[in-house]
């Protein structure tokens, strides 16, 4: 089992492009979460989802979309990138019958210029 | 509101020290406390405690929580450079899919 990937691994966009960060789980896992980590900052929640079609807002939703169109996949998207969206970002899954634990991908680091 | 709080926000040792890391909370109907190491990547994925007093414990990690007192400890005894990372401690809130993160402990090792 690969576990939780992330892609890209690093990415740099001028302020006002759009992107998506794809997140893949092959562990069957239910729920799926975005989040960014900033230095000196713990993980801040952006959106989650629960199961295939159904997403939910984080602590930090504002300028993020997402969608889960297959139970494996969690998609981030930046429609307008600001320069405040520089960052670290770690996708997780969980399984729903197996306690809290979250297991985390690798991270993708963006820079917005 | 529900918060987790870590101290102390990061430490300095020498290799072969023991150091304990502090984890405090406050949620809503407890369930379970998490403790995670991040290195220069993404968090792994250490203890889940969810009974007090029972010690969980992998080589010369080990952890504990006291329900009580709404704390638990993370221990780690003889300590490597390998140990150097910031180490994160979750709690989810009552009826919630999510995690309140604690703001970490950075660890630093000298050899």
């Known amino acids: 089992n690969a576990g939780v990937t992330q892609t890209p691994k690093f990415r740099v966009l001028k302020t006002g492009q759009s992107m998506t960060l794809l997140c893949a789980q092959d562990m069957n896992h239910e729920y799926m979460y975005w989040y960014r980590q900033d230095p000196g900052m713990g993980l801040r929640l952006i959106h989650y989802?629960?199961?295939?079609?159904?997403?939910a807002k984080g602590e930090v939703p504002d300028g993020y979309n997402v969608s889960r169109l297959k139970k494996q996949n969690f998609l981030l998207g930046l429609e307008s990138a600001a320069p405040s969206q520089t960052s670290v970002y770690f996708c997780?899954?969980?399984?729903?019958?197996?306690?809290?634990?979250?297991?985390f991908g690798p991270g993708t680091r963006l820079t917005v210029l | 509101e529900d918060k987790v709080v870590q101290s102390p926000l990061s430490l300095v040792v020498h290799e072969g020290d023991t150091v304990t890391l502090n984890c405090s909370y406050e949620?809503?109907?407890?369930?379970?406390l998490l403790w995670y190491k991040q290195e220069k990547k993404a968090p792994t994925f250490l203890f889940m405690l969810?009974?007090s007093g029972i010690e969980k414990k992998s080589g010369r990690l080990s952890s504990i929580l006291d329900k009580k007192e709404l704390f638990s400890i993370l221990n780690i005894t003889a300590t490597q450079t390998g140990d150097s990372a910031v180490y994160l401690c979750?709690?989810?809130?009552?009826?919630?899919?999510?995690?309140?993160w604690g703001a970490g402990t950075k660890l630093i090792i000298k050899p």
């Open positions: 969810t009974s």
């Open positions: 979750a709690v989810p809130p009552d009826s919630n899919y999510q995690l309140i």
């Open positions: 997780a899954s969980r399984r729903l019958a197996a306690g809290d634990t979250q297991y």
């Open positions: 949620v809503t109907n407890f369930r379970s």
């Open positions: 989802s629960v199961g295939e079609g159904t997403t």
